[in-house]
């Protein structure tokens, strides 16, 4: 039986990971995979993670089962982080496995609800989106985001597009900080997204998996809680992987917004079934250090000021390439990787240029040409910068 499986073509980021390692250059750079990286080049473990994590380890008695939706504590503090305040009488949510997990249940919901449903997701997006809607036979289309030319958003595109969906259907926006491309809507964008889905009735389902990487705690999550007071309806799978620097942990939520305490309940249920299908009870070492972070003053400020710091991180990084680009081209073509957010951002090259930059510079980004900001240090941006002049970028 097992001969007959099919092979699965690998991860491409997970294969550009094994090239990079086998890459004896000195020198070289890895803009490729998507964890935060210190300027020393260490994804490290945050401090109030460390000191969550002895408090647990002192107070904690039992590893006995949590319940089916993962701890109300765990799930009320990150739902009051990503909302600002909790809509109760609208409110449903479930720990996840990871942002992975929500947005895998998510999609499952959603059918569950209208077998039927078509999902309209960005393009280009995260690409396991999509390899998670073809694995489960989830019908999808994609509508138009990535301006080549400004390497902004194509918005009157992406407004045309998502227009396209109707009631039953899902429509897929990253709350902040789009991987792949760096690119985000302003907040009157987005009043006019909402506009466009109350209109339709399609229900948006918001991936928010780089709260605080952008603009900050709060105003990373402006979008997803305008979307949440305008809409009758609301899907969000939030992780706690990069802001909380717990990629391995395996940490999520996922939220549902209803319109009726009824659709709530229904909602509420279904998501628990969904958890217990799949994998029973939700992890809950990594919630737990959420939880006990968010609910505890001083962890919590000290969490932020860290987030914080990993945040200027990168913001001072994309200053300091789009200066030395500025210099070396004499133009001011890369100051998108200025308005860029996040930790990604698509410099536009083609395939071409991209393994130029492999061959003849030892810097390994994604196909596309996302590079990872947080790759870099202050002595790597100005090797960078000149590569992608040489590489004809
Ligand atoms: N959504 C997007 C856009 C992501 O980039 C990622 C992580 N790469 C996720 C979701 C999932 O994150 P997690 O590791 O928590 O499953």
């Given at each position: 039986m097992l001969t007959d499986l099919k092979a699965q073509s690998p991860d491409k980021i997970l294969m550009l990971i094994e090239e990079f390692k086998a890459d004896t250059r000195q020198g070289k750079i890895d803009l490729g995979v998507g964890v935060y990286k210190d300027p020393q080049g260490v994804t490290p473990v945050m401090r109030a993670v460390k000191a969550a994590e002895q408090r647990i380890w002192e107070t904690q008695t039992t590893k006995a089962y949590t319940g089916l939706a993962g701890e109300p504590d765990y799930r009320n503090a990150l739902a009051t982080m990503v909302?600002?305040?909790?809509p109760a009488d609208r409110l449903a949510s479930v720990a996840s496995v990871g942002g992975t997990g929500a947005i895998r249940q998510a999609l499952e919901l959603a059918r569950l609800a209208n077998p039927g449903v078509r999902v309209f997701v960005s393009?280009?997006?995260?690409?396991n989106h999509l390899s998670i809607m073809a694995f489960m036979g989830l019908p999808y289309t994609e509508y138009r985001y990535f301006?080549?030319?400004?390497?902004?958003?194509d918005f009157d595109g992406m407004k045309a597009d998502i227009a396209q969906a109707g009631k039953g259907d899902v429509v897929l926006l990253h709350g902040c900080c789009h991987n792949p491309t760096g690119a985000n809507l302003t907040l009157e964008q987005w009043s006019e997204v909402v506009a466009i889905l109350q209109k339709s009735g399609a229900i948006p389902l918001i991936d928010l998996a780089y709260q605080g990487f952008g603009d900050g705690l709060d105003a990373d999550a402006e979008a997803t809680r305008l979307v949440a007071r305008s809409l009758p309806e609301v899907l969000i799978a939030a992780s706690c992987s990069k802001n909380f620097g717990i990629?391995?942990?395996r940490t999520g939520i996922l939220i549902a917004l209803a319109d009726t305490t009824k659709g709530r309940d229904l909602a509420q249920g279904s998501m628990a079934f969904l958890n217990r299908q799949n994998f029973s009870f939700p992890p809950d070492h990594g919630a737990r250090i959420v939880s006990t972070i968010l609910m505890d003053d001083a962890l919590r400020a000290d969490w932020a000021a860290e987030l914080e710091e990993v945040r200027n991180t990168m913001l001072g990084l994309r200053d300091q390439l789009a200066a030395e680009l500025r210099d070396l081209s004499g133009?001011?073509?890369?100051d998108f990787i200025r308005h860029h957010r996040g930790?990604?951002?698509?410099?536009?090259?083609?395939p071409e240029q991209v393994q130029r930059l492999k061959t003849d510079a030892a810097i390994y980004m994604v196909g596309d040409s996302r590079l990872n900001i947080a790759g870099l240090n202050r002595d790597t941006v100005p090797v960078l910068a000149r590569a992608i002049i040489d590489a004809g970028i």
């Open positions: 909302l600002g305040d909790l393009n280009p997006t995260w690409p301006d080549a030319e400004t390497r902004g958003v990629y391995r942990e133009s001011d073509r890369f930790m990604f951002s698509r410099l536009g090259a083609t």
